[in-house]
């Protein structure tokens, strides 16, 4: 397990090689299989493929959305709020399995944070952009994205020395 997560990196540029639907299926399922309070899973998994519709989607960010116009592929992450009051913390489990799953398939993926960011649009969230572009009822809300794509270049796994080990700390803070 330590070794797929050293490999995990966040990828921003990708070939126009399509995604397998296999790749993208397995991706799937590591996020249906997430963990949930209470297993309530409040979480939907709404898959963008259309390239038109991941050029509109680079716009509900004020930045740090761009690579989803060389995606592939995204998935949008979000929750029906009157499920549970830790949806947050299930689509971000969410997001982890796929983001994780996705770097085994050897898809590149790039974590979109979504809720309490802002679009290009003034005075519009990104959450909001979103719901409005695919007609997402009000009561969900959208947790992030998951950009897809096939990796333009590898890139060289992380190490654990070069982790902040500072960063741990034993019965005592």
Request: hydrophobic share 40%; charged share 30%.
């Amino acid at each position: 397990m330590i070794e797929k997560l050293t490999k995990r990196r966040s990828i921003r540029k990708y070939t126009d090689e399509p995604i397998a639907d296999e790749k993208l299926n397995t991706i799937l399922k590591a996020g249906l299989l997430s963990p949930t309070s209470k297993n309530l899973h409040p979480w939907e998994f709404l898959v963008v493929q259309d390239k038109e519709a991941l050029n509109k989607l680079a716009d509900s960010r004020q930045m740090g959305a761009d690579m989803l116009k060389g995606a592939a592929a995204a998935i949008i992450v979000m929750a029906d709020t009157t499920v549970n009051d830790v949806w947050v913390e299930d689509c971000s489990i969410a997001m982890s399995n796929m983001h994780l799953t996705a770097a085994d398939q050897g898809v590149g993926s790039c974590w979109i944070q979504v809720r309490c960011r802002q679009s290009r649009t003034p005075g519009v969230t990104t959450d909001k952009f979103i719901k409005e572009l695919f007609g997402i009822e009000e009561k969900y809300a959208v947790e992030a994205m998951l950009s897809l794509g096939m990796p333009e270049k590898e890139r060289r796994p992380m190490t654990l020395d070069e982790k902040l080990w500072d960063k741990v700390h034993y019965e005592k803070f």
